[in-house]
T-cell receptor, first 114, second 115 residues
Framework: KNQVEQSPQSLIILEGKNCTLQ??????????LRWYKQDTGRGPVSLTI?????NTKSNGRYTATLDADTKQSSLHITASQLSDSASYIC?????????????FGGGTRLMVKP | SQTIHQWPATLVQPVGSPLSLECTVE??????LYWYRQAAGRGLQLLFY??????ISSEVPQNLSASRPQDRQFILSSKKLLLSDSGFYLC??????????????FGEGSRLTVL
């Protein structure tokens, strides 16, 4: 069964600090991995999409890494801002399913405090 | 660029009542459309997807149904709501192949509370 596990479930950091969110998956065959940011009560917004051959990808202060061998990904947030407070969702796409090819993690809820 | 409109934004319904959630998209034609449900603390669950008018695929057995009467309209319905139907419902557009690097764009969601 395809699964995506994220840790920690929640995290509180001070403004200006860095943090790293983790994602482990057992999706096979792997196609790509996505990170989404979801503000409370809003729809998720895509941050990055990484394919098998990509090890790291940045989007401003967000940097995602992918280790396809260990089936792990991380999202690193640099110099956090209050607006980074949100849930971050890891999503893995399988290569052989026409419909439900995306498996969603449960998300990490990040709170940035002043 | 495409936009996704979902309504109502919030809804409180009694058990056993009917449901209709609407999703309308603009700025694109013949899109792949998706309905997801997000329960508290859990990952998004795909409910239905549609590749064209009248074409609906269901991913999980449930008392919900979906229809696509027009190219840019996707409706989620129920004849009798259950308590377990409470959640945050998200409509999404798939742009390009999700097997590759195609994007999935989400609407703002509809929060349903069944009492």
């Amino acid at each position: 069964k395809n699964q995506v596990e994220q840790s920690p479930q929640s995290l509180i950091i001070l403004e200006g600090k860095n943090c790293t969110l983790q994602c482990n998956y057992t999706v096979s065959p792997f196609s790509n991995l996505r990170w989404y940011k979801q503000d409370t009560g809003r729809g998720p917004v895509s941050l990055t999409i990484m394919t098998f051959s990509e090890n790291t990808k940045s989007n401003g202060r967000y940097t995602a890494t992918l280790d396809a061998d260990t089936k792990q990904s991380s999202l690193h947030i640099t110099a956090s801002q209050l607006s980074d407070s949100a849930s971050y969702i890891c999503v893995v796409s399988a290569a052989d399913n026409a419909g439900n090819m995306l498996t969603f993690g449960g998300g990490t809820r990040l709170m940035v405090k002043p | 660029s495409q936009t996704i409109h979902q309504w109502p934004a919030t809804l409180v319904q009694p058990v056993g009542s009917p449901l209709s959630l609407e999703c309308t998209v603009e700025g694109t034609s013949n899109p792949n459309l998706y309905w997801y449900r997000q329960a508290a603390g859990r990952g998004l669950q795909l409910l239905f997807y549609s590749v064209g008018i009248g074409q609906i695929s269901s991913e999980v057995p449930q008392n919900l149904s979906a229809s696509r009467p027009q190219d840019r309209q996707f409706i989620l319905s129920s004849k009798k709501l259950l308590l377990s139907d409470s959640g945050f419902y998200l409509c999404a557009i798939g742009q390009g192949s999700l097997r590759n690097t195609g994007e999935l764009f989400f609407g703002e969601g509809s929060r349903l509370t069944v009492l």
